[in-house]
């Protein structure tokens, strides 16, 4: 009766920590509560953040659905408090980063106005289309510069001169 005790308590503890690892790295999806910009728990402001929209949005959403659904909203909201953790401080957010970075499961993506990679959210609202669109044919400009930069080098008599001394 002892050893299937010890393997159920430590059967437990595995699963205990696990949960802890996920919920402390945002579950995989960079979710998190954001108890900074929160009116009561940040779970609002952290779901605002999360699908990059404003607090104020998400916020309207949950008391409307709060006066439509009920108590389930309620219970929602304190599933959500209990279920997300904190966001990291920003001196933990790079530690967490490399973490979250390290789990297999978790797909990244470049974030450009930060450069840095972070895990991929499932919604985007940051910019518009017309905006995406722009910031794309300016870095196929950029591309396409480079490309032809290359090019007349590369046909120049100076990558000529260059490729003879470096077979010296």
Same mark, same amino acid.
């Given at each position: 009766?002892?050893?299937?005790?010890?393997?159920? %308590?430590?059967?437990?503890?595995?699963?205990?920590?696990?949960?802890?690892?996920?919920?402390?790295?945002?579950?995989?999806?960079? @979710?998190?509560?954001?108890?900074?910009?929160?009116?009561?728990?940040?779970?609002?402001?952290?779901?605002? =953040?999360?699908?990059?929209?404003? %607090?104020?949005?998400?916020?309207?959403?949950?008391?409307?659905?709060? @006066?439509?659904?009920?108590? #389930?909203?309620?219970?929602?909201?304190? /599933?959500?408090?209990? #279920?997300? /953790?904190?966001?990291?401080?920003?001196?933990?957010?790079?530690?967490?980063?490399?973490?979250?970075?390290?789990?297999?499961?978790?797909?990244?993506?470049? =974030?450009?106005?930060?450069?840095?990679?972070?895990?991929?959210?499932?919604?985007?609202?940051?910019?518009?289309?017309?905006?995406? @669109?722009?910031?794309?044919?300016?870095?196929?400009?950029?591309?396409?510069?480079?490309?032809?930069?290359?090019?007349?080098?590369?046909?120049?008599?100076?990558?000529?001169?260059?490729?003879?001394?470096?077979?010296?």
């Amino acid at each position: 009766m002892g050893r299937r005790y010890r393997r159920r %308590h430590r059967d437990y503890r595995s699963r205990h920590r696990a949960y802890q690892s996920r919920r402390r790295n945002g579950w995989g999806m960079n @979710l998190y509560r954001n108890t900074r910009a929160g009116k009561c728990c940040g779970v609002c402001a952290g779901l605002a =953040d999360h699908w990059e929209v404003e %607090h104020w949005v998400i916020r309207l959403a949950a008391v409307i659905l709060f @006066l439509v659904a009920g108590p #389930l909203v309620f219970w929602a909201y304190i /599933a959500g408090w209990i #279920l997300l /953790a904190p966001r990291p401080r920003r001196s933990d957010y790079r530690r967490e980063e490399y973490i979250v970075a390290e789990d297999e499961n978790v797909e990244m993506e470049y =974030d450009e106005r930060h450069h840095a990679y972070r895990p991929r959210k499932m919604f985007r609202y940051g910019e518009s289309t017309s905006v995406r @669109l722009q910031k794309a044919r300016e870095r196929l400009d950029a591309a396409l510069r480079r490309v032809e930069d290359m090019e007349s080098y590369v046909t120049s008599r100076q990558y000529e001169l260059n490729n003879e001394f470096s077979k010296l």
